[in-house]
């Protein structure tokens, strides 16, 4: 006599194979995270911390070899499929980034793919320099020696413990960073962080969106290192910038309760800062931080993940990158020239980038 499971009869076939991708998903990602996490950990056991090459009669000393593999790898090895798991885990595989990556992949999407995987290469650095004209070699190391140089001496945080300088340097880089944002939606601006709000559709790899030529984040980056703080703190709040990003861009429906009213920008809040139609309400929520969204009159509320996203100027997407940053690269120096000469703003693009 057969026993029949009136739970699963009733369960549509299309939700049962979603939970079914959602488990083996899961299921794959727990294998990777722990195999990587013991990885990481028999180095920090096993191998050296300090190697030494000796090549035609030149000596190379390589120290803290620990934190350069398993610390500074954090973000690649455990953290980043470590987003993607909690994601699928929140949303299921049928709403999840990776099945828009793998399965139902957007021209939209494949932009995100391509930004990320010039910057995970590092060729994207080369497209910084080159679109920003140098302006995006100022380091903030340089500057803090500067002004102590003019000064006559700079206080430095290097000395505070760290879970004193991580506070103080991420309040610090969520202020200037959302000037920053302000300043990305100036009109001069917009046509390079048009870019980043053109995906039509969220996905975890959409924070990677960035056009080369927009060498505003100085703004946001150049403060805190001025600060003097240690590298180590440096690198830390790096990784936890990149994470929050990663998060707000996600497909999490969620706007994290207070936390994300004050401390950290929520994705569903995000979203609405990507809205399409603007004519309702300003664009507001630029920061990762609300607190400052709060502060400077740009807080719009509550939203949610189904708000349609993108902008109105239209573009090619696709891996093929070029014309859309081109034209967008031109856009923005049309608008240079016209506000050196004053003339009338120039409306946005009508046509595809050939």
Not at 45 to 63: E, F, I, K, Q, Y
Not at 66 to 89: K, N, S
Request: glycine share 6%; net charge neutral; hydrophobic share 50%.
């Amino acid at each position: 006599m057969y026993s029949v499971d009136l739970a699963q009869i009733s369960t549509p076939i299309s939700d049962r194979t979603s939970n079914g991708a959602t488990a083996r998903v899961l299921t794959m990602l727990a294998v990777y995270l722990a195999v990587t996490l013991l990885a990481g950990l028999a180095i920090d056991l096993w191998a050296p911390n300090r190697l030494s090459l000796h090549l035609t009669g030149h000596s190379l000393v390589v120290s803290d070899l620990h934190q350069h593999i398993v610390r500074r790898g954090l973000e690649v090895l455990v953290l980043f499929p470590a987003l993607f798991l909690v994601e699928t885990a929140l949303t299921g595989w049928r709403d999840s980034s990776l099945r828009h990556l793998i399965v139902q992949c957007s021209p939209s999407t494949r932009s995100d793919i391509a930004c990320w995987v010039l910057t995970k290469t590092g060729a994207m650095h080369f497209m910084i320099l080159g679109f920003s004209l140098g302006v995006a070699l100022i380091s903030g190391v340089w500057i803090h020696d500067r002004i102590a140089a003019f000064a006559g001496g700079m206080p430095s945080v290097a000395t505070w413990p760290l879970w004193a300088q991580l506070p103080l340097l991420y309040l610090v880089y969520s202020f200037f960073d959302y000037w920053n944002h302000r300043l990305d939606h100036s009109n001069l601006f917009w046509p390079l962080h048009r870019f980043h709000h053109a995906a039509d559709d969220f996905c975890i790899l959409t924070a990677g969106r960035v056009h080369p030529a927009l060498f505003t984040g100085i703004v946001s980056v150049v403060p805190a290192v001025a600060l003097g703080a240690a590298p180590d703190a440096l690198i830390d709040l790096a990784i936890l910038i990149s994470i929050q990003r990663q998060v707000i861009h996600s497909r999490i429906d969620s706007n994290f309760g207070w936390i994300g009213r004050w401390v950290f920008q929520s994705p569903v809040h995000h979203r609405l800062h990507h809205v399409l139609d603007i004519s309702v309400q300003p664009v507001g929520h630029f920061s990762l931080a609300p607190i400052w969204d709060h502060l400077f009159g740009t807080w719009r509320g509550e939203a949610d993940q189904t708000l349609p996203i993108g902008v109105a100027a239209p573009y090619r997407h696709g891996a093929w990158l070029w014309p859309d940053l081109w034209r967008d690269y031109c856009d923005f120096w049309r608008r240079c020239w016209r506000l050196v000469t004053r003339q009338p703003r120039l409306p946005e693009p009508t046509s595809i980038p050939s």
